[in-house]
């Protein structure tokens, strides 16, 4: 498909305001929404926090005043933006059942950039991080039978498999070995850079929902397993933003920021089920296409380069929201036993790794093995969804 | 799909000694129950609506007798919290009324039936979130157990899983006696709540 953003105008600014009644969205049915459709709106969400949040950054780091009040404007519709997409989430729907949707968005977001991902090293980084969410999705399918007694499934429908993922109690690593090699800005594929955009946006948006809901509950297994997954995803954004070229200026990373923006809700667009969500993702393309005009002419204007040297001529294929079973089951089968070490990946339990497992653990079971034994004793079994047989690996069978 | 089923709260293996953890759990069963009916159609359709309507019947009953008596007295502002609880429940009971009239199967049995899903479901989460929490505030744990143990009384009272051998008797009753059998849910909470 020939769609190029920077040939495309949208909405001027000027009439992108919304008042109290357009921003008062009807929020998706958690009982009858298709699955992916909540999918598209929590990682949406989460590119929306992150336009918001660099704009700040950006904003704090500006001295002219006219810069520091275009930046406002602009930011003030993302932050419209951003009430809109979230406030499609329903009231009724519980923080755990959210949080088992957002490990289905990171489960199925990452194996598909995964997937899609041209260069090799950063593929590997998405293929090592997508076997930890998967683990985590299954723990949290655990504690919230515990707690709701609600399925998983009922949330992810057989689109996403549950069960054992890389044990999470080995996902505490030295934080120096979360740290990855960047991209080279000149030499990666434009793709690359929007993958890398994505996913650091999407796992630091996890992290900021782990980190502010986890305490709301008072059930003494919930608060510790929010709270050592929540650390998980500290280590997460470590890795995913450690592969974003720290070399791209403020601009260039403020028009890669827009043009991300403005592929997803295409991508988005072009696959929604909802009419009624496909119409804002279809409205915010047109704010989004005008925004990336905006962010082109300040980087004319500062750092005296053409967008076009640094974007794709034209959008890739769009990102979809679709099963990765098998891709994942072939993870499970080959990678589930590595680790980092340094900016590599390495099989064996390094002297690092084990000084921080033994340090973190303290002799004890992580909440997220205490949540499997006390869902053993409520229900004598545990909460899986194997859609396509056993697990892959002989050792995660349930016994 | 797998075959898991998630037992009714009271069944599995919890201790229940905190009302609202079992009260939750309650919740989930019954939003479980939904989804079963939906799912199905004809006899198996007939027969899950039964067991949702009995839970339904238990359920709201034990947390009329037990949980919002207390809140009323217990709470600060507690008899408002409790006056909008009781508020949703009058309507979600005048949308199961109305869905009582029609067959399983009629074409606009799905349609009520969603209406009252939609209204137990958000009466579920006020309930949670503006009433529970502060009943968990505001007791001890002698007390929430207390309170646990009535609400399972009221269970025992009136089975809401077709035990062996009385499948048929549970398949055939109608929604009809419904009041008898809220009236049995209560006396059984009642005596529970006077010898705990």
């Known amino acids: 498909m020939t769609f190029n953003p920077l040939e495309q105008r949208g909405i001027p600014l000027d009439r992108q305001l919304r008042s109290w009644r357009e921003l008062n969205v009807d929020p998706i049915d958690p009982d009858h929404c298709d699955p992916y459709t909540r999918c598209r709106v929590i990682a949406m969400n989460g590119i929306e926090v992150e336009a918001i949040m660099f704009s700040h950054q950006l904003a704090r780091n500006t001295v002219a005043p006219e810069v520091k009040q275009q930046l406002a404007r602009t930011r003030y519709i993302e932050a419209q933006q951003q009430k809109v997409v979230n406030w499609l989430l329903p009231g009724v729907a519980s923080v755990l059942e959210t949080t088992i949707a957002y490990e289905q968005v990171a489960v199925d977001l990452t194996a598909w950039v995964a997937r899609m991902e041209p260069d090799p090293q950063l593929k590997q980084a998405y293929q090592f991080g997508v076997l930890e969410d998967f683990d985590h999705l299954y723990r949290y399918a655990n504690l919230y039978e515990m707690i709701e007694h609600r399925k998983a499934e009922s949330i992810v429908e057989g689109l996403t498999e549950v069960m054992p993922g890389r044990p999470t109690r080995l996902h505490h690593r030295d934080p120096v070995d979360n740290v990855r090699r960047p991209y080279a800005r000149d030499e990666t594929h434009p793709l690359s850079k929007l993958h890398a955009l994505t996913i650091m946006a999407a796992e630091q948006q996890t992290m900021n929902f782990y980190m502010n809901t986890g305490p709301t509950y008072m059930e003494p297994i919930a608060r510790q397993l929010y709270q050592e997954i929540g650390l998980i995803e500290e280590e997460h954004v470590t890795h995913y933003e450690s592969l974003v070229d720290p070399g791209e200026t403020w601009w260039e990373q403020l028009v890669n920021h827009e043009y991300n923006e403005c592929y997803l809700y295409y991508s988005f667009m072009e696959q929604e089920s909802d009419p009624k969500v496909r119409a804002i993702w279809e409205l915010h393309l047109n704010m989004e296409l005008e925004h990336l005009h905006l962010a082109c002419d300040l980087m004319r204007r500062h750092d005296g380069r053409e967008p076009e040297s640094v974007l794709a001529s034209e959008l890739p294929d769009v990102l979809t929201f679709e099963p990765n079973k098998r891709y994942v089951r072939e993870l499970l089968d080959t990678q589930l036993d590595l680790t980092t070490l340094g900016t590599g990946y390495v099989r064996d339990a390094h002297e690092r790794f084990e000084q921080m497992q033994e340090q973190i653990h303290g002799g004890e079971a992580p909440p997220s093995d205490r949540v499997m034994v006390e869902h053993g004793a409520m229900f004598g079994r545990e909460y899986r969804v194997q859609t396509e047989g056993d697990h892959p690996d002989p050792s995660q069978r349930e016994k | ?196």
């Open chain 2, 1 to 196: 799909m797998s075959e898991l089923t998630t037992p009714h709260a009271g069944d599995d293996h919890a201790a229940d000694t905190d009302v609202v953890s079992l009260l939750m759990r309650q919740h989930g069963d019954i939003r479980n129950l939904f989804d079963e009916v939906e799912a199905a159609d004809g006899e198996e359709r007939r027969d899950a609506f039964r067991r949702l309507v009995r839970l339904l019947a238990v359920h709201e009953t034990a947390e009329e007798e037990v949980v919002h008596p207390f809140a009323r007295r217990g709470l600060t502002g507690g008899r408002q919290v409790v006056e909008e609880r009781l508020a949703e429940e009058k309507a979600a009971k005048e949308t199961l009324a109305e869905l009582d009239d029609y067959d399983t199967d009629d074409p606009k049995f799905i349609p009520q039936l969603l209406k009252l899903r939609k209204d137990v479901q958000e009466h579920a989460r006020a309930e949670e979130r503006y009433e529970f929490t502060h009943i968990r505030r505001s007791t001890d744990s002698a007390n929430l157990a207390a309170m646990a143990k009535a609400v399972k009384a009221a269970e025992a009272m009136a089975p809401t899983r077709p035990h062996p051998g009385v499948e048929s008797g549970t398949a055939n009753m109608a929604i009809g006696p419904l009041a008898a059998l809220m009236d049995r849910t209560k006396d059984a909470v009642r005596k529970a709540m006077d010898t705990g």
